[in-house]
């Protein structure tokens, strides 16, 4: 980035080291920490690069998360039609603001609680066994991506959902299609109206004969209220399944990489349970794939010297906040003891991750089952041939080819 040039960067910014976020938010951070960038659709918004204005704006009320705003900055190419439905899938939960907000999520939060999601380890730790019993039974090497990364979320979510696991590959493409900026406008909006169908009948199914599962219970105890509302229960659906897969399935993926090729032997990482909780802990604030969180201002804020106008787009990046030396000191170095408090990963503020409990539980399971039954684990190709997903609005690597 040439900092004496008056043209707005392009946002997003490329990833061109491996793991690191982009080179220009270091610079960012220390020079002019708040800057217009022109997004994909050509419309100017500000990129927020420093922790303290991050967290600040994240729960300051003048900011919104209101999707049905002009001028809400998207970072994928769009058609009138296509923010249409952008803005209506956020009428859902996490384009909503205060008080709106709250009784949506409240609809959600009893299922996502820890001794919820404690409730769940012994199951996701049979989940993770299976994942790594197949892996084993594989002639080497294996990619871990479809073996392991993706089937331990997309389990685990659509057990919660009472969907058949055969259905998953409607969460994948439906990942796909939500994330990727290569992806057309189109051919998103195809797979959104099939998801809400979906989802439509699932939610449909549920209410007819509720189930033992979380769909189901979050069906009964909603209507119990009186204020059940059929398709406010489908679009917290669709926020689940989209939300809750591909950004996890990134962590595993990453993880695995950045504990192959980190400064640490793994078996340390896995040696007790506090050392695999302070090291995923480390891992999402180093990693950070949501990166930037868009977001439109309601009112003029003063912040950083500058002014942000009322009806500006805001881009709150995580990615760059994470990597702030003030708050974590030598912050482009993985310091898997760091146990990283305060990072940004999850969000803060009204809509800070509802999963976290549940990501969290996925990660420390995954990573301590996968490297106490696998001590000899090693990629099959050098960490700069692994596809990093640089079209995507969630970083990841798309193949993780292992050996042991
Ligand atoms: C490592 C994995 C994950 C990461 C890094 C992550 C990250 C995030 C972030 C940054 C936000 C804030 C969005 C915003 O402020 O606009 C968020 C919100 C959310 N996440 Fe996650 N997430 C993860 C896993 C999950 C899982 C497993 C679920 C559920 C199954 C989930 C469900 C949600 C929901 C429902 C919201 C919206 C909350 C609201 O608007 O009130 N996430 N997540």
Redesign the pocket.
Known sequence: MNSASTEPPDFPMQRTCPFDPPTEYAQLRRQRSIIQVRVPNGQLAWLVTRHRDVREL?TDPRIS?DRTHPNFPLTEEVTPQSRRNIAAAGRS????DHPE?GP??RM?ITE?TVRRINDLRPHIQQIVDACVDDLLSRPRPVDLVPVLAEPL?AR??TE?LGMPYDDRDLIERAATAMLRRSVSPQERQRTGAEMRAYIDRLVTAKEAEPTEDLLGRLVVTNRRTGLYDHDQMVG?VQ???V???E??V??IALGVAGLLTGPRPVSDVVATPEATTAAVEEM?RYF???DA???IAREDIEIGGVTIRRGDGVL?S?ASANWDDEVFPAASTLDLRRGARHH?????????????N???A??EIVFRTLFTRVPGLRLAVPLAQLPFKRDSN?YGVDALPVTW
């Open positions: 994240l998360s939960l996490i384009g909503l907000h949506r999520r959600l996502f979320p685990t979510l919660l917290l926020v689940l399944m939300a809750g897969f950004s996890t990134s962590m999402l950070s794939v949501a969180l868009p977001r709150l995580f940004l990963a999850f969000g803060y503020g009204i809509h800070q991750c509802i999963g976290q549940l990501a969290r996925e990660l969630l």
